[in-house]
C-alpha cells in the first residue's frame, strides 16, 4: 500500500466583479426602472458590499433566459439601453435614462424612427449603438412632421420637439422643450402607451427561482489509498443553483494540474458538469458534492493544482497541494 502525504501550500478565492460603482444608490439609481417592490425593501436592507455584490447577481441571475451561463442578454440588453440614454438624453436635473425620452428608450427600446424639430429645422436622426435590437437610420426630412400633435399651429411655434416612431405597434410619441432648457417632456402620450410600457417591462422580469451561494468556493480533498482514487469535495452551499422542472441544478468545471517539483511542464485535464440536487440537501451547510479522480498511475511526488469553477455565476477557488505517493 502506497503512502500519501498531502500538504497544502495554498489556497486561492477568485470572484469575478462586476463593471458598476457598487454603492447602494447607484444600483438604486440604474435599476429602478424595473426592480421590484420586494427588491427595493431588500436593498434598503443591505449593509456590507459582499450583500451587494450578491444581491446584484442574484437581480440578473433570476432575469437570465440562460441561467446555467455566466452570459445574460437581458441584462447586457438593459445596461446597453441604458448607456445609449445616459449619453443622449441627460438633462440638467436628471440622469438620461429618468428623463421621459430615457425611460421609454429604456423599457420599449430604440424607435423605428426618430426625428429632431429645432428652431424650425427638421431633420431624422441616424444612430448606431451597440443595442441589438437598434437601427441605423438615414439623415431625411419627414413632411408629415407637422404641429399636427399640437392643437394650433401657435402653439407649436419655437419649441424644440421630437417625434419617435414604433412602428411595429404604429405607435407615435412626443417630446416637447416647451422653455428651451432641454428638458423634453412627453407630450399628450397616447393611452395605450401605458400597455406598451408595461409590456416592456416584462421582459425585464424575474423568470427563474435562483438559490445563491451562502459562502465561498471551498476545495477539499482526501485519498483513498484501496481504490486509488483522490476525492475532491465542495460544499453545495458554496455553489449557485437555478431551478428547472423542478429541479436544482448546478454546473461546475474541474481543472486539474499535476507535475513533478523538477518539472516545469505540468500535465492537466478539465471536465464540466452538471448536477441536480433536493431543495432539502441545499439548505444543509454539511451537504457537499465529491468529485473521484483516479490517480492509480501517479508514483513519486508530484504538485497538483485542483481549480474548480462555478460555470453559473463564473466565481472561482483553487488549491495547490503536494502530493507524495
Partial sequence: MRKIIFTMITSLFIMAGTNLEMTKQKVFDELYLIMTKQER???????????????????????????????????DTYYARLRFAAKNFKEPDKKGWLTDRGRIFVLLGPPTSRYLRYLNEERKLGYNTDIEDSVTLAIQSDHSFRPNAFQHEEEAKGLNQEKWIYQNVQLELYFVDKIGNHRYLLYRPPARLLTYIEEGKKYFMPRNTIILFKKEIEINADVDTASQKLYIHVPLQSLVFYKKDNKYIARIELQFYYE???????????????????EKDILDPQKRITIPLNISKLKGTYVISIIIRDMISDRAAKKVYRLKI
Avoid: Y
Avoid at 449593509?47 to 440562460?66: M, Y
Avoid at 523538477?262 to 452538471?274: A, D, G, L, T
Fill in 41 to 75: 425593501q431588500e436593498l434598503k436592507k443591505i449593509g456590507t458590499i459582499n450583500q451587494l455584490k450578491a444581491f446584484v447577481f442574484r437581480f440578473w441571475k433570476v432575469r437570465d433566459p440562460e441561467p446555467e451561463t455566466p452570459d445574460n442578454k437581458v441584462r
Fill in 260 to 278: 513533478r517539483p523538477s518539472s516545469k511542464i505540468p500535465q492537466h485535464f478539465f471536465k464540466q458538469m452538471e448536477m441536480e440536487v433536493s
